[in-house]
């Protein structure tokens, strides 16, 4: 049994696989790290023989968890090169190594050009071509990082959230409609550059999918825990 960890800005998502299948799957909030001590406490009945992770939540994180699980944690780092996929950043180990992970992910599930999109704290949208190279993407605030840096920075904007309309007539619904639309059109004006490639499609996953998902008109396929997929995938064996 392999233990994979994916550790957010918002939730540390976890996923017990073993071969092709997730026996388990669970989250918890990454500033309740004493929760790591509930995953742990679940572990000994299952042997496990790996803990694979990535961490873009930082060291104090890393320890916490390190700390109360039975194995060292291996944390996959984004290289020039891994299964299958090639990094074209320029400068390949600055890339997130969420991003890294839910490229891998994608190309396994997928195996065709893609737009891979994770919607959580941040929004990345990145290009995957028909070859399983990263050719690059954008990194955006959001859904509710936008609404509250309107609140934040203006005296009349207020930070609670709207409906999502096409034409808003009311300033909540304006709020939350405005960030909507702006990472759809993000999301649109990036697939266009694998839009005529064979077998295309946007990989979406993350917390806000679902606000976003029925809005889009482009082939989407929603995926659950593309990172931790990602790090399945890398454990596979060769």
């Known amino acids: 049994m392999i233990l994979c960890l994916d550790c957010g800005n918002t939730r540390i998502k976890w996923g017990l696989r073993e071969g092709d299948t ?21 572990l000994p009945r299952t042997p496990l023989i790996r803990i694979l992770g990535c961490n873009v939540a930082g ?90 840096a309107l609140a934040r920075n203006t005296a009349q904007l207020p930070s609670q959230s709207g409906q999502y309309r096409e034409t808003p007539r009311n300033t909540l619904d304006a709020i939350s409609s405005g960030a909507i639309h702006a990472t759809l059109g993000a999301i649109s004006r990036m697939y266009a550059q694998v839009a005529d490639r064979p077998g295309a499609a946007c990989l979406l996953t993350g917390g806000a999918a679902e606000a976003l998902a029925p809005h889009l008109t482009l082939p989407l396929r929603r995926v659950e825990d593309l990172v931790l997929e990602g790090l399945a995938r890398i454990t596979a064996p060769s």
């Open 22 to 42: 997730w026996k388990a799957r669970g989250a918890f909030a990454t500033t309740a790290t004493t929760e790591a001590e509930g995953l742990a406490r679940v």
């Open 59 to 148: 060291a104090e994180v890393a320890q916490a968890l390190a700390n109360v699980l039975p194995l060292p944690i291996e944390w996959n780092l984004p290289r020039t090169e891994q299964c299958g996929v090639s990094n074209a950043y320029e400068q390949p180990g600055q890339l997130g190594a969420d991003r890294w992970a839910a490229l891998i992910g994608a190309w396994h599930l997928q195996g065709a050009a893609c737009l891979v999109v994770s919607a959580g704290t941040a929004t990345t949208i990145d290009v995957l071509d028909s070859s399983g190279i990263f050719q690059g993407g954008l990194i955006l605030p959001g859904l509710d990082l936008m609404r509250q």
